[in-house]
């Protein structure tokens, strides 16, 4: 069974990536950090995702001081959701860029699935 993918990363941090958090605290605190994404070109924006506060929260624009943050075009990060694996891939294309602790990077694929498990 596929999961629905988000139609832009407006729909992801906006709708589904808030309620998966609310759905699943425990969770989103089992991964235990700060990440801001900022996703280039159109239908992108900036956005804080807070694992670590009780309840976690996903705001648009600058929250806490990220650990982690995430640099990718749009249409890259379209391309990442709907294959994990694209995001080593990207990274080594130099069209992904990880700034901070590079370890919570790997702990990316937990976080997304919190927004797929609703």
């Known amino acids: 069974m596929s999961?629905?993918?988000?139609k832009d990363a407006s729909e992801l941090f906006d709708k589904l990536v808030p309620e998966g958090l609310a759905k699943f605290p425990d969770k989103a605190k089992a991964v235990n950090a700060i990440y801001?994404?900022?996703i280039t070109g159109d239908g992108g924006g900036t956005w804080t995702a807070d694992l670590t506060a009780d309840p976690p929260t996903c705001v648009k624009g600058d929250g806490k001081a990220p650990q982690c943050t995430i640099n990718v075009a749009h249409e890259d990060f379209k391309s990442m959701l709907s294959n994990?694996?694209?995001?080593?891939?990207?990274?080594?294309?130099?069209?992904l860029k990880v700034t901070g602790d590079p370890m919570l990077a790997t702990k990316l694929q937990q976080f997304f699935q919190l927004a797929q498990a609703g």
Do not use: I, R
Request: glycine share 10%; hydrophobic share 30%; charged share 15%.
């Open 84 to 95: 994990p694996q694209m995001g080593m891939q990207l990274y080594f294309q130099g069209k």
């Open 3 to 6: 999961v629905p993918q988000p």
């Open 36 to 38: 801001k994404f900022e």
